[in-house]
């Protein structure tokens, strides 16, 4: 079995048997909500192998972990399709249609010369199609909660500057960073934990504002100054 090569066609099948009455014990009974972890994990996994993959060249790893990616987008389509929601045929169309709306310089008779155009255009057709779907949200409410907190609030603040007001200067975020340091010093000894959570998110935020500011990939930063002291101890 080992030398054998799957197909696509194939591998649907292999997780609907694991999803049927005399499949895996644990694959028949995960749903949306249980695989929202997995998902996550193997997301992470496959960032992970991108950056082993940059570092020796050997593709093994990442093509394990894109299998695993795609592993958790089938299992959602089939746990969809025993609902009668969906089926992977429609994700697959869906994302094509997408691909080809959005890419009329490609596939129509738009135009766009540079990478920064193709997403000037890909914004504006992406709130055309908007206009047509009645369960839209607003620009701030569709930035998903469950992204992690510094990329999340990357994003929140930056729409914020973009379609509300004018997001703060940067001597206004080192003042209000400066004010909040101060009131973390009234903190010590750490007996006054809602006063002290308050203003580290506060801190947090602000300096999220000015890696929006700078234009600076907060958790690249900090991924590289966590990696810089797991270095310092190993």
């Not at 895996?24 to 997995?38: F, R, Y």
């Not at 010093?185 to 006063?195: A, G, I, Q």
């Amino acid at each position: 079995m080992a030398d054998k090569k799957y197909t696509y066609e194939e591998f649907l099948d292999i997780i609907k048997m694991l999803r049927s009455e005399n499949g895996c014990p644990w694959d028949k009974v995960q749903t949306h909500e249980s695989l929202k972890p997995c998902m996550m994990e193997e997301a992470a996994e496959l960032l992970a192998s991108i950056r082993i993959f940059d570092q020796t060249g050997n593709p093994e790893n990442m093509i394990e972990e894109l299998g695993d990616v795609l592993l958790q987008v089938v299992m959602h389509a089939q746990i969809a399709s025993e609902e009668g929601l969906f089926t992977m045929e429609d994700v697959v169309n869906e994302v094509s249609q997408k691909m080809v709306r959005r890419h009329p310089h490609v596939f129509g008779t738009g135009s766009a010369d540079t990478p920064d155009e193709v997403l000037v255009n890909w914004e504006e057709i992406k709130k055309e199609e908007k206009k047509d779907k009645d369960w839209v949200e607003s620009p701030l409410k569709e930035i998903p909660r469950e992204l992690p907190a510094l990329t999340r609030a990357s994003k929140v603040l930056k729409k914020i500057d973009k379609y509300y007001e004018k997001g703060n200067s940067f001597e206004e975020d080192v003042a209000a960073l400066q004010k909040a340091v101060d009131g973390l010093k009234s903190c010590v000894p750490f007996t006054y934990d809602r006063e002290l959570s308050a203003i580290m998110a506060d801190m947090l935020l602000r300096l999220s504002d000015i890696a929006r500011i700078a234009k600076i990939s907060q958790e690249q930063i900090l991924t590289d100054r966590i990696e810089d002291l797991i270095e310092k101890y190993e």
